[in-house]
C-alpha cells in the first residue's frame, strides 16, 4: 500500500514543518527536505511519526547541481508518487544596499528561489503529467509584487519565481496540475527562528505589538491550513494565487500613513 | 439558541445558493436574498431544510434605497447576529459598444456592483466591530482588474467593487472583520441559469468544449467550499484576495496566441 | 482657419491650468472649463492670451445632467474640433471613517470620477471617431491602484475610472482613439490650493521635507509637459498607462520601513 | 568640451539604434554596445556620425564577467560621464515547452534580462549618485507582468528585471538616479531584424494584418521619441512605470474573445 507523497522542499520549524504535519495528519507519507539541522529535521519527523503519521526526512543542498533532481527522482522510484510538492526555500537575505549587495549574493537568490522551482518543476511534473494530477504550492512573499529599498536580490528572485508559476500554469493547468502562488504577506511566528533570533523578550513584544496575544504574526499551522485546502480544490475551481497575511496587519499596498492617497 | 447567520445577497441556484447550502451544512442560519424568482428561492430554502439545515428566503431590490439596510437590521434584530455575509450581486449585462451603453444601464452596474456593498457594509460592519469578528466574501469578476472592450458598465463597477474591498480592509481587518475579494475568472456552471440560457444541446457542447466532461466551467459547489474555507481561516493568517478558474481554462492574463509575450 | 481644440475638464490653477497653457503655446485653441471661481477662470484665460495663445472658459456644474454633454456638442458647434481633451476632475474628500462616510459623499466621488468621464466619452467619442483620430487624457490617483484606510468613496471612483480607461481603450484605440490613464503619485504644488491652504510656512515647510527646495512635490508645469508629449505620440508607439511622481517620494507600493518585505 | 554619454546596451538596428540616434542628434554623445555583428554596428555610428552627431560602437558579450563594469568604467574614465543608460538587451528565445527549456537556457534568460541589468546598475550608479543625477531607462516586455505558456526562461528573467527597477528605484530615486521600466507590449518594426527573418513578403503582410500600412508595429524611432522624453522629465514629475503599444493592438490583458469577462 503506497501512501501519496507530500514533498516539502526547505522543511523548517515554520511553514514547511507545519504544512508536512497537517498533510501527514490526513494519510500523506511526507518526505522532509532541509539544508541543514539534521537534528531538527529529526525531531520533525519523529513529531509527525509520534502523531501516527508516516514522515521522513533529508538534507538536501538545494542550489547543489542535480541535488533537487535526485531526490525527486528517488522518492518516486523508491517512496511513492509525490502528489502534492512544496516549494518553500526562502531567499530573503536581509536588508542590504546595492552597495552592499553582492555578484554571488545576487546570484544565490535567484538560484535558491528562482532557479530551484524551476528544477524542481522540470524534474516533477513529467511524473504528474503522467498521472494527470498533481499540486504544486509555491511559498511567496511580498517582494514578489513589490520591490522595497535593500531588496534587490531578493525581489528579483520571488518575481522570477512568481512569474514561473504562471508560465507552469499556463502550460501545465489544463494537464491536471495544479500550482498556487501563495504570498506571505507579513512576518511568521516562528518560535524556532523568528523566536530564537530574537530572544524571548523582544520575541513576545513583537507578538505584542503586532496584535492581540499572539495572532498578529502569521502562525505556521494556521497557513498550513489554507495550503492543505488549496492543494484539495477540486480542479473545476483552482485557485492560482492568493495572499495571506495577520489581521491585524496592513496589506502591502497600504501605508500607515500615505501622502499618495 | 441562536444560530450563526451567514447572510447571501444574490442567491440563485450558483454561486449564492450553494453557498447557502454548505454554511447550512455547517450549522449556520443561511438567509438567503434575491431579486426575483419566489419560488426557485423557495426552493433552494426547502432544499436546505430537507438536508436538515436551517434557512430562510427575501425577495430583495437591491438598488431600491434602505432595502439591504432593512434587511440587514431585521436579520440582526430577529433571527440572529451575521457572522459572514457573502455579497454575490452580479452586474454583467453582456458585450456592448460604448453607443449602446445608456448613462441608465451604466449607473445601474454601480448600483448593483459598488454602491450594494457600500451600504451592506456600512450597515453591517457596526455590528461586527462591536462583536469583534465577522466576515464578508465578495464574489468579483475577472473585470474586477482588467477592462475588456463592451464591458464599460461591469469593469467600472467591478474595480469600484474591488477596491472597496481593499478600503474597507485596510479600516476593519485590525478590527476582526475578514473581507475578501474572490475573483471568479470563468464561467460558471450554473444549470438553472447557463443551462436554461443555452439550452440542453449547446450547454452540453461547452461543458465538453471546456474541459473534460464538466470540470471545465467552474463548479459552484466546489466554489462553495472555498468560501467556507476563507470564511474560516485563523485571523492569524487571513486571504484577502484570491482567484478560481476551471483547471482547462487560461487565466485571464494568459493569451491562447499572442502576438505580445 | 480653426485651431484644434484642447478641452480641460477641471482647469484650477494646478494640473489642468498648467495643461492649456501648454497645449495653447503649442498652437491649441485652450478650453478651460471649471466648476467655480469665474475670478480665477478668467485669470487663467488673461494668462494664455497674454503669452499670445487662445483661449476660452467656462463655468461647468460637471455632475449636472448634461453639462458635459452640451460643452462638448457646442465646442464641437460653436469653436471647433476637440483633438485632445483632459480629464482632470478629482475626487478627493480626505481621509473619512466608513461611519464618517455618507451614502451621498460616496455617489458624489462615483459621480464626479467615474460617470463624468463616462458621459465624456460618450459624447466625445464619436466626433473622435468619425475623424479617425483624437486623444483622452485622464489624470488619475494612487487610490485607482490601491485602496488605503479613509479613501472608501475616493478609491471606488477612481478605480472605477481606471477600468473605463481600459474599456475604451479596448474598443477605440484601434479606431485612433488614444485613451492614456496618468496616475500621478502624490502631492502637486499648486500655489493657488495646496499653498493658500496651507499658508505660505507650512507650505514652504512641506515643500522641504519632501525634497531639496520644491522639487519634491509634483511641479504641475512639468506633469503637463508629459501630458504633452503624451498626447503627441505616435500611434505606433502609445502609452496608455503611466506612473509620475517626484524623485524624492516613495512610489505608492514601497514602504519607508516595512514590516512584510 | 565633453558630451554627456548616452550608453546603449543592446544596440541592433530596432530599439537601440534609434535610441542612440535620437540621443546623438539631441547632443549626446552615443555608446553603442551589442553581441555581435561588427559590420552592422560599424554602420550604425557611420549614419550618426553622417547625421552630424557623435558616436561610437563596442561589441560586447554581455554575460561575460566583467565585460559591463569594464566598458562602464572605460567611458567613465574614457569618454564621459554616461547621464544616460538605456539597458536594451533581449533574452526572447521563442516559445519552448517546459521539456525543451534547458537548465542553461533558463540561465541564460536570467543572465542577459536580470543579471546583467544588476552588474550594470552596480557599476554605473556609483558614478551617478557622485554627480547626483542620471537615468537608466530599461527596454521590458510583457513577460515581465504576465506569464504565458512556453515564455518560462523569458518571463522569469523579465520578472526580475522589472522588480530589481523597482528596488532601483527605491534606493535611487531620492538621489537624483531616474530608472524607469519601459514595457513594450507589442511586435516591433525593425526591418533589419523581424523584417529580415520574415523575408519582404511575410513582413509586408504582418504589418497589414496588424494595421494600417505599418503603424500597427511599434516603429523604433517613435519608441526613442518616449526614451527620449523620459529621460529628460523633470525630477519633480518622473515616470517608473510606463507600457508602449501599436494603436491598433490589443493591450496585453485583452482578450479578442474571451470567456472570462
Avoid at 522543511?11 to 498533510?23: E, Q, S, T, W
Avoid at 514522515?55 to 517512496?79: H, P, Q, T
Avoid at 511580498?142 to 502550460?171: D, F, I, K, P, Y
Avoid at 520575541?203 to 495550503?227: M, S, V
Wanted: net charge neutral.
Amino acid at each position: 500500500m503506497t501512501k501519496p507523497v507530500c514533498l516539502i522542499v526547505g522543511a523548517g520549524a515554520g511553514i514547511g514543518g507545519n504544512v508536512a504535519k497537517r498533510f501527514a495528519r490526513e494519510g500523506y507519507h511526507a518526505v522532509l527536505a532541509r539544508r541543514s539541522d539534521k537534528e531538527g529535521l529529526d525531531r520533525l519527523v519523529a513529531e509527525i511519526s509520534g502523531e501516527g503519521g508516516s514522515a521522513a526526512g533529508f538534507l538536501l543542498n538545494a542550489v547543489e547541481d542535480g541535488s533537487i533532481e535526485r531526490l525527486v527522482e528517488s522518492i518516486e522510484k523508491d517512496i511513492g508518487p509525490i502528489e502534492v510538492a512544496v516549494f518553500n526555500l526562502g531567499a530573503q537575505i536581509g536588508s542590504r544596499a546595492l552597495a552592499n549587495t553582492s555578484l554571488k549574493a545576487f546570484e544565490l537568490g535567484w538560484r535558491m528561489a528562482t532557479f530551484g522551482l524551476f528544477r524542481l518543476a522540470v524534474t516533477l511534473f513529467p511524473y504528474m503529467e503522467q498521472r494527470g494530477k498533481g499540486s504544486l504550492l509555491v511559498t511567496s512573499a511580498t517582494a514578489a509584487v513589490r520591490g522595497n529599498a535593500g531588496q534587490h536580490s531578493h525581489a528579483a528572485a520571488m518575481a522570477g519565481r512568481r512569474m514561473l508559476c504562471q508560465t507552469l500554469n499556463a502550460e501545465f493547468a489544463a494537464k491536471g496540475i495544479h500550482v498556487a502562488h501563495i504570498l506571505i504577506d507579513g512576518a511568521v511566528d516562528a518560535p524556532d527562528t523568528l523566536g530564537k533570533m530574537l530572544g524571548p523578550e523582544r520575541y513576545q513584544a513583537l507578538r505584542e505589538a503586532k496584535g492581540l496575544a499572539k495572532d498578529g504574526l502569521l502562525l505556521p499551522a494556521e497557513i498550513a491550513n489554507t495550503y492543505f485546502h488549496v492543494a484539495h480544490q477540486h480542479r473545476s475551481a483552482w485557485t492560482h494565487e492568493l495572499d495571506l497575511r495577520a489581521f491585524s496587519d496592513l496589506a502591502w499596498w497600504n501605508h500607515a500613513t500615505s501622502g499618495n492617497l
